[in-house]
């Protein structure tokens, strides 16, 4: 069982990201919670619980967290056989690509415009890290990650991360 608040949840800087500032703010939401299901086969249900009003107390925190076994058996009573749906519509659809193919085009990608560097950059970028914590795993200082980012964009002719995820995704699917 894992029960967590989005705040101990959502990547460093979620709340200046330009996801939080161009969908989940215009959604109304104060704060969400969710419960996450292992369900057979490798499937995992979550259950997203949400206050548009104020954000859930430390009493309701607690108590949502108690009644997690009666949303677990729930779950598992009304999807039994999630897994199953899920393999028949995979086996119906094409297969996505594998760990292998993903790391081999991060690899690639951009590769005869961007260096080596712009490369790991783009990756930590498209892996939901903010510039800091690339800049931790890089061991280069924020701001460098700012330029590298810049630099990027402009080698690649774009002007927002939406669109770095969109051409990623473009030369995934070949």
Request: glycine content about 8%; overall charge neutral; charged content about 20%.
């Amino acid at each position: 069982m894992i029960s967590a608040d989005i705040k101990d949840l959502a990547p460093d800087r979620f709340y200046q990201g330009e996801y939080f500032r161009n969908y989940y703010i215009q959604t109304g939401l104060a704060e969400e919670i969710g419960y996450f299901v292992a369900m057979p086969g490798g499937v995992m249900v979550v259950l997203s619980l949400m206050r548009s009003d104020r954000v859930f107390s430390a009493r309701a925190f607690r108590y949502l967290q108690s009644v997690f076994p009666v949303v677990d058996a729930a779950l598992r009573l009304h999807w039994p056989t999630l897994s199953q749906r899920y393999s028949e519509v995979a086996t119906e659809q094409s297969q996505p690509p594998s760990s292998r193919d993903l790391g081999q085009t991060f690899e690639n990608f951009g590769q005869s415009l961007l260096t080596p560097r712009e490369r790991e950059v783009v990756e930590y970028t498209l892996k939901g890290h903010s510039g800091e914590a690339t800049g931790i795993i890089m061991n280069i200082a924020p701001g460098t990650v700012r330029i590298h980012r810049r630099n990027i964009y402009t080698k690649l002719g774009i002007s927002s991360q939406g669109e770095l995820f969109a051409r990623f995704i473009a030369t995934l699917a070949g």
